[in-house]
């Protein structure tokens, strides 16, 4: 929290109104004064944790006279005021943590030292699943069934709010994580008494989930990691990170009528992903921003990871103190935030033009109404071209071509639960082709293909066909927060009613808040009948479709899906569409803004133009176009203004951590170590301890390994370890059945991931997963190369065939290896499978920081180089030379690689290592992370 050191004079005194306060100030350090806002930030911090040794003056220096055109090569260690997590990151990490106390006792240390020493929230969003909706007792029916999947879980949550100090947990049904940090938990500004002196410094974050960055939008600099970097930091372990290039994006102009925060946000969206920005901060500034409401900066800061960067921030400003004000802070908060903010130059002055290392700019009065998709966040399409694009996309989905035909799997997928109690379905992201193509006799229909199938639903005959709408779904942390989006979609929805229109009943339609305050401001606004009567009732206050918990879609909607092989559509207000991840069902999926799912909801299809086409006939048989319906910006904000109140803020947020009486009723253990049940299959004990002694053992180099799997571009970590639902043929479904889980009951991955045994047999088992080790086979199966068989088979079955003969694994990958989702057992089931090594030609940050927490080594292969370019086709047998002189206390630069055919010939490189900064050599030395942290505290 703070050093011992203060070379430069920085700590002081400030005062505000009666209180006085400890600070570091900045404003004395040479070059400080033109730093970007978040920059300063960083600054602050190293000033008060500078202690001379992991710290020290040359590291500010550095940092203040930060050398904007230079590429990142100074490494800092900066140090999170505190931790957020979500239910399906966060058990794995009390897990941990529960595991490290035993393992601290075993090696004579005090288990009392494993505590989180900065605060730590979890909020329980991840679980709930849309199995009902429709109806008025859609959410108590949720609810209840959430409880029932997850209840040894939650318990095992509430034996660590007891059992560890400054730890929280936001019980289910109360908000989506994001939503609840702005709305609550985020201080902007953070006071803590050290030394017995009150101290105030800027509020900063990890978290346990990629879109932390959406706290960007109040001020606060804050991103995602994985679960074993979020819980080092939790034991007071600095994030070693290099100082990065910052992008300024300036914004001008105010957003026209008809378009969105939605459509800004995908408009910054595709520019910055075309930019190129990952590993960089993005920072706001210009005569624009006082005019971007602060629920519309906490949505673009939500997207910071579509576009790949690992913050997207607003600096401070009136607007941020208004929401301050809005949501429920004191006066006093507000009043030390402005003080704050002011005394440290980090209040957004317009004039002043910060030192950028790069710079765009967004005219925002040029941003038309947008979709994205079928399959990225970053695939923009105006929605006046979205029926022509959509049409283009469809031939992908529907056309053979050189691609792979349909699976089985996606049949087997579907048997796997029943649809009255379905869980999570498989959350996994973008694959390597554009999508899957069908099988089935397509005919064309102008020029789109066309296959309509007929089914019966309420009584009466539909025709359902490519593109048609079975999901539409206003949810995620993204849009949920925003209340100008949020009531533009009820009042179109008001309109669409008073007109007389319905939505088909092939739709499945959701409403998922992401805090009880938008269910408030629906209530005082008089919206809830009119959404509800075109089926958007309130069905939880979680991630729900965005995460993949969309539940199954209409029972004969899916039936007719899968017998003519339809390519249908969901449209959800989320942050992600990935291959798969919403639905097995649903081949193509689009973000859209809340009252673009309405919208589209009505249409029944995304083969439809809103301009020339009608959503349907009012009671007068009159046309009625989306035009009709639309409301104007300034209906939209005076509903707003005369339905929010601060009062909803402090009455939803009074009691935020006591839960409703089925929390509260909940059996909790007692105790400061967790009793672990040999019959749970949810909470297990993990192996990472298992036999470690005090000291680390010397790094080995490798050799004779094999390829467990050869992979292509953008496998992201969904792909790696899904979050969604668990074949019943798949290991870990056997692993269940095997442990008397009837398959009703198999629930998530994403819900077992305190159980390993699970996980590890989950990893590399998305059903969409492709090993090119394999011809024309789709999910998590790979060929054993030591009998020189071809068939298939499951990477769990192989990885312990490899195993028990003492074989050392690889994975080869192409680019953006490991994006999406923060996901740590995407690292730590790829150690436990035996993987020593993974070669990529360029990773996502938070994964390859991962895999070096579980001491598996990233390479890189030679600029322009890839396995199909160096002839690697993942049959050779690796060996890797130069591993060892990380023994000697540096880093080396490549590493030299031989791998041999099976004739006998070679290929040989050197491979870049991606261990990128000195803290990451002390992790990988010490086999991971959280043996380094253990072993630091041990010898503490």
């Known amino acids: 929290m703070s050093g011992t050191s203060d070379s430069f004079g920085a700590k002081g005194t400030l005062q505000v109104g009666d209180a006085s306060y400890q600070i570091y100030r900045i404003g004395g350090i040479e070059g400080a004064s033109d730093l970007p806002y978040s920059l300063k930030v960083l600054l602050e911090n190293l000033l008060r944790t500078e202690d001379g040794a992991n710290i020290t003056a040359d590291h500010i220096t550095a940092l203040a006279q930060w050398d904007e055109n230079a590429d990142p090569s100074t490494e800092i260690q900066f140090t999170p005021a505190r931790v957020i997590m979500q239910d399906f990151t966060g058990v794995p990490c009390i897990v941990d943590l529960a595991t490290m106390r035993e393992a601290m006792a075993d090696l004579s240390g005090d288990p009392s030292k494993i505590n989180p020493l900065v605060p730590t929230e979890l909020v329980i969003d991840h679980s709930v699943i849309i199995d009902v909706f429709g109806r008025a007792d859609a959410f108590e029916r949720n609810v209840e069934i959430e409880y029932q999947r997850n209840g040894e879980r939650y318990q095992f949550l ?68 994985g679960g074993i970097e979020a819980e080092a930091a939790m034991l007071g372990q600095p994030v070693s990170m290099l100082i990065p290039r910052v992008v300024g994006f300036k914004l001008s102009g105010a957003i026209p009528a008809g378009a969105t925060a939605t459509d800004v946000v995908l408009t910054i969206t595709e520019m910055l992903r075309e930019h190129g920005v990952v590993g960089k901060f993005v920072e706001f500034y210009g005569d624009g921003v006082a005019q971007v409401p602060l ?48 005394e440290q130059g980090m209040w957004h002055d317009p004039s002043v033009e910060p030192r950028f290392s790069e710079r765009l700019e967004l005219d925002l009065s040029t941003v038309v109404p947008s979709i994205a998709g079928p399959k990225r966040p970053q695939d923009r399409v105006a929605v006046t071209e979205a029926k022509e694009q959509f049409r283009n996309d469809l031939k992908n989905y529907v056309v053979n071509g050189n691609r792979i035909e349909k699976s089985s799997v996606d049949q087997e997928l579907r048997d796997s639960f029943p649809a009255s109690d379905a869980p999570s379905h498989d959350a996994h992201e973008e694959s390597e082709s554009a999508g899957r193509p069908s099988h089935s006799a397509a005919r064309v229909n102008g020029d789109r293909a066309s296959n309509p199938a007929t089914v019966t639903l309420d009584g009466a005959e539909v025709t359902i ?34 007109r007389g229109l319905t939505v088909p009943p092939w739709v499945k339609t959701s409403m998922a808040p992401g805090s009880k305050v938008v269910t408030g401001y629906f209530e005082k606004a008089g919206m809830w009948p009119y959404l509800e009567k075109l089926g958007f009732h309130l069905v939880g206050y979680g991630c729900t479709t965005c995460i993949g918990n969309s539940g199954p879609i209409i029972e004969e909607v899916s039936q007719a899906v899968n017998d003519n092989d339809l390519a249908v559509t969901s449209v959800l207000s989320g942050n992600r ?25 009505l249409a029944g299809t995304m083969d439809f133009d809103f301009e020339s086409e009608p959503l349907g006939q009012d009671t007068d048989g009159n046309d009625v176009f989306l035009r009709d319906l639309w409301p104007s910006p300034d209906e939209v904000e005076r509903t707003i203004a005369s339905s929010i109140s601060r009062e909803m803020f402090t009455e939803d947020y009074s009691d935020v951590f006591a839960g409703d009486e089925r929390w509260q009723s909940l059996p909790t253990p007692d105790g400061k170590t967790f009793e672990w049940a040999d019959e749970s299959t949810y909470v297990r004990k993990p192996p990472y301890f298992e036999g470690m002694d005090a000291a680390p053992t010397p790094v080995e180099d490798v050799s004779g390994a094999r390829v467990l799997a050869k992979l292509g571009d953008s496998v992201t970590t969904d792909h790696i370890s899904p979050a969604g639902s668990i074949k019943g ?101 790829t150690r436990l499978l035996g993987v020593k090594v993974v070669i990529a030609e360029s990773y996502e940050r938070i994964h390859r920081s991962n895999l070096i927490g579980m001491g598996v080594l990233p390479l890189q292969y030679p600029q322009g180089q890839t396995a199909d370019s160096l002839g690697l086709d993942g049959t050779e047998t690796f060996s890797f030379a130069g591993i060892t002189a990380l023994n000697e206390g540096s880093t080396p630069a490549t590493v030299h690689v031989t791998a041999e055919k099976e004739g006998g010939e070679t290929v040989e490189f050197d491979a870049v290592v991606r261990i990128d900064t000195p803290g990451e050599a002390d992790y990988y030395r010490n086999d991971g992370i959280l043996q380094y942290v253990l072993r630091s505290l041990v010898s503490a």
């Open 295 to 342: 629920a519309n900066r906490a949505t673009i800061g939500n997207m910071s990871p579509e576009f790949g960067s690992t913050a997207a921030i607003f600096p401070i400003d009136d607007v941020t103190l208004d929401y301050l004000r809005l949501t429920g802070r004191s006066e006093d908060q507000v009043a030390l935030v402005e003080a704050y903010a002011k």
């Open 465 to 498: 066909d490519h593109g048609h709408v079975v999901i539409a779904s206003i949810t995620s942390c993204t849009n949920t927060s925003n209340p100008s989006v949020m009531m533009a979609a009820a009042m179109l929805a008001k309109n669409a009613v008073e």
């Open 158 to 225: 509430r034996w660590g709010q007891t059992a560890f100090e400054d730890f929280k947990v936001v019980p289910p049904g109360t908000g989506i994580v994001h939503q609840v940090n702005i709305e609550h938990l985020a201080r902007t500004v953070m006071t803590r008494e050290v030394d017995g002196e009150l101290t105030a410094y800027p509020d900063t974050c990890v978290g346990t989930d990629s879109h932390t960055t959406m706290v960007n939008g109040l001020g606060v600099l804050g991103w995602g990691v």
């Open 577 to 601: 569409n990935f291959e798969g991840r919403i639905n097995p069902d649903v081949k193509m999926n689009y973000l859209a803004s809340p009252p673009l799912v309405i919208a589209y909801a």
């Open 729 to 829: 043929d798949s290991p870990a479904g056997r692993y269940l059945a095997e442990h008397g889980i009837e398959r009703k009951d198999f629930n998530s991955y994403g819900s077992r991931r305190g159980n390993h045994e699970v996980m590890i047999r989950g990893t590399f088992a998305n059903i969409r997963l492709r090993n090119q080790l394999l011809d024309g086979v789709e999910g998590g199966f790979t060929r054993n190369l030591l009998d020189g068989s071809t068939e298939p088979v499951a990477i769990f079955d192989a990885a312990q065939v490899y195993a028990e003969a003492g074989v050392p694994l690889v994975v080869l990958a192409g680019k953006e290896y490991g994006s999406g989702s923060s996901r740590d057992w995407a690292a730590k089931g």
